[in-house]
């Protein structure tokens, strides 16, 4: 039965996609894990382990490689415009694009109800599915193997981000602002979310020294969060 519902969820297996995408996996489960979504976790019984857990450590090994990437490669920009470019770089959207140009959608293994909303090309579930591959990636080799993976989509990436402005964004604006006003980093806190697992909304409240300065909402928390700051400014009278 799990079996059946598996092949009906997942069109390319973990060892197609790494051998199309030429990863060399030691651990092969841990690229299985980091293309598993909790939906199908729920559904069938003998898969123990979603990607959760590598999502979160792909996104701080994201945070790590794309920050000393954009150092290295703009030798002149200024500090506040690196942290503004590595934002821009590992938002939701950008990582989104880069699971898609991967193709990742059809080795997502998704519950029948994300299967059926459109899962495998929403922005939040790619995102986080590429975070997991990257955190896959980073344990089952190190981090130089995922430079080499992530390197060539950031310089298009890039590239694309000067080119239309994007490296200004509201996160990046009011923590310039927090920082010359000595009130410390901003801290982006989930108070709700609601609806199912595949069409999540989730509201995030932004607070600067310990006091509330703005709510966001979103499909994702980092959608949200960007509202929120957004929200932030607004009421600081910042644009």
């Known amino acids: 039965m799990s079996q059946q519902t598996e092949s009906n969820t997942q069109t ?6 790494a051998k199309r995408l030429e990863l060399k996996f030691t651990n092969l489960h841990l690229l299985v894990r980091a293309l ?5 976790v729920n559904e069938n019984e003998n898969a123990l382990e979603d990607n ?8 701080a090994v994201l945070d ?3 920050g000393a990437w954009v150092y290295n490669r703009f030798p002149e920009m200024h500090e506040g415009d690196l942290t503004r470019m590595r934002s821009a770089l590992v938002r ?3 990582l989104a694009l880069f699971g898609r140009s991967l193709d990742l959608g059809p080795a997502l293994r998704l519950g029948r109800g994300e299967l059926v909303s459109g899962g ?3 922005d939040n579930l790619l995102c986080a599915s590429f975070e997991a591959v990257i955190g896959a990636i980073y344990l089952d080799a190190n981090v130089t193997a995922v430079e080499e993976f992530i390197e060539p989509m950031l310089d298009g990436a890039s590239q694309s981000v000067l080119g239309k402005d994007e490296i200004y964004d509201a ?3 009011l923590q310039e602002w927090a920082q010359s006003n000595k009130l410390g980093t901003p801290r982006y806190v989930t108070v709700d979310s609601t609806g199912p697992d595949h069409a999540k909304e989730f509201k995030v409240e932004v607070q600067i020294d310990g006091k509330a300065y703005g709510q966001g909402e979103g499909s994702s928390k980092q959608s949200a969060a960007q509202m929120a700051a957004q929200a932030g400014l607004d009421s600081l009278g910042l644009h």
Do not use: I, P
């Open 36 to 40: 598993t979504h909790r939906s199908f």
């Open 64 to 66: 790590f490689v794309v």
């Open 171 to 173: 996160k990046s604006t």
């Open 120 to 122: 495998r090309q929403r």
């Open 92 to 94: 939701t959207d950008t």
């Open 12 to 17: 390319e297996s973990a060892a197609d996609l």
């Open 52 to 59: 959760e857990r590598l999502e979160f450590l792909g996104d």
